[in-house]
Each structure stands twice: as C-alpha cells, then as structure tokens.
C-alpha cells in the first residue's frame, strides 16, 4: 500500500484522468472506460494506471489501443492542471477485477443452485 505523498498524487491523477475521459478524449476507439487505481512510484516519476474495459474482446482491445495512443495527450494535460516537479510517464494496465467477481458470483449461483432442497422458484 503506497502511503504519504505518492498516495496522495496518485489520487489526483486518478481524478484528473477519469475528467479527461468523461470531456477530453477524442480517439473513437476509446470505449466506455473506468478508471480504478493509479499507483505512483516512490519518486513519482511513473503512474501505473489501471483502467476497466467495457465491451467485447474486440472492442476491449480497441479501448486499450486508444489509452496508449492517447497517453501523450492525457500526460500533457495533467501536467497543465497539476503542479509537480516532473509529470509522471503514464502506463494504461487492465484491471480484471471486476471480471472476476462476475465471475466468482456465476460460480457461486451455480453451487447453490446445485444444492439439494434448493428450490429454483425461491427468492432469496
């Protein structure tokens, strides 16, 4: 867990992306895109920025090609709106997070669904 400053910046620059993304961007292949997390390194020079796709495959990877091809774009503007020594170079990585918890809630509906005397009428 960062802690102290790069916490505190790497906050800001997860707000400042996802208002870039909500107004700014202007690449058509960037799809519906959230953007979860943002770790700073200690010197604040390097933000890894961890985005959730929306979409099919295709449309996923599309979004991705759009995030990196726009990081220029996106770097430039934080370094307008933040005052920081050095703009820190930017990395888009997919977070699967909520994937998974799809994922683990089909898993588990399935083994209830599975137990003996469920009912599949009962609501719960």
Do not use: C
Not at 10 to 31: C, S
Not at 64 to 88: D, F, V
């Amino acid at each position: 867990m960062q802690e102290g400053r790069p916490r505190r910046v790497a906050e800001l620059i997860r707000q400042e992306i996802a208002q870039l993304m909500m107004q700014g961007v202007k690449d058509p292949r960037i799809g519906f895109v959230s953007i979860m997390d943002v770790h700073m390194s200690r010197d604040l020079r390097y933000a890894r920025v961890y985005v959730s796709l929306y979409g099919d495959e295709s449309e996923r990877k599309a979004s991705m090609a759009g995030l990196q091809q726009s990081t220029g774009w996106i770097r430039r503007e934080i370094g307008k709106k933040l005052r920081l020594r050095y703009t820190p170079e930017l990395r888009f990585l997919e977070d699967e997070t909520l994937d998974r918890v799809f994922h683990l809630e089909d898993v588990f509906k399935e083994l209830r669904e599975e137990e003996p005397g469920h009912d599949a009428n009962e609501q719960r």
